[in-house]
T-cell receptor
Framework: DTEVTQTPKHLVMGMTNKKSLKCEQH?????MYWYKQKAKKPPELMFV???????INESVPSRFSPECPNSSLLNLHLHALQPEDSALYLC??????????????FGEGSWLTVV | DAKTTQPNSMESNEEEPVHLPCNHS???????IHWYRQLPSQGPEYVIH???SNVNNRMASLAIAEDRKSSTLILHRATLRDAAVYYC??????????????FGQGTILTVHP
């Protein structure tokens, strides 16, 4: 079962709201990722967790706050977002700590609209 | 970070082979070459990866040039379901880019019936 599950699939939030995106995998993977994808653009890496510790933060604004409660779960907490943050947010996982030969498995994504 | 260059778009007919090129002239000796594809309204999907030797799997083949400065993804018989954006990506074994999978612009593949 090579599946990364993301919820919700669609989210509309106001600029003053606080919401969270959730991601789950049961493949025993020890690395998890958040990517952001704008329309007709490639995915951009935001965060990497390795063995439940944040290992890469691509200078993402603090209004995005990642959390990895355990090796199967990854959250992205959203607060005071701007309309330009509207995008597809992709979660991914890989078997072990990020490295060259890893295969990364992506979820279907959460479509976020900020109004 | 080493970069990749791909054509913006390519077209193919159904049941014909497709050769998707990728240039990576600044590749380092420890960089793996990955290919992912993204179908409309879906997350990216792993296709294949390799280091130096050519690789085959049930989805595709990866041909890597001897100097590793270019590679080609080969779909042996294109189907309509292969219409997607194909990304050629390098991942690095060390340095500040360790663990990153940085997507380039990709190639939009259109498959005609």
């Amino acid at each position: 079962d090579t599946e990364v599950t993301q919820t919700p699939k669609h989210l509309v939030m106001g600029m003053t709201n606080k919401k969270s995106l959730k991601c789950e995998q049961h493949m025993g993977h020890r690395a998890m990722y958040w990517y952001k994808q704008k329309a007709k653009k490639p995915p951009e890496l935001m965060f990497v967790y390795s063995y439940e510790k944040l290992s890469i933060n691509e200078s993402v604004p603090s209004r995005f706050s990642p959390e990895c409660p355990n090796s199967s779960l990854l959250n992205l907490h959203l607060h005071a977002l701007q309309p330009e943050d509207s995008a597809l947010y992709l979660c991914a996982s890989s078997p072990w700590a990020p490295g060259s030969g890893n295969t990364i498995y992506f979820g279907e994504g959460s479509w976020l609209t900020v109004v | 970070d080493a970069k990749t260059t791909q054509p913006n778009s390519m077209e193919s007919n159904e049941e014909e082979p497709v050769h998707l090129p990728c240039n990576h002239s600044t590749i380092s000796g420890t960089d793996y070459i990955h290919w992912y594809r993204q179908l409309p309204s879906q997350g990216p999907e792993y296709v294949i990866h390799g280091l130096t030797s050519n690789v085959n799997n049930r989805m595709a083949s990866l041909a890597i040039a001897e100097d590793r400065k270019s590679s080609t993804l080969i779909l042996h018989r294109a189907t309509l379901r292969d219409a997607a954006v194909y990304y050629c990506i390098l991942s690095n074994a060390g340095g500040t880019s360790y663990g990153k999978l940085t997507f380039g612009q990709g190639t939009i593949l259109t498959v005609h019936p």
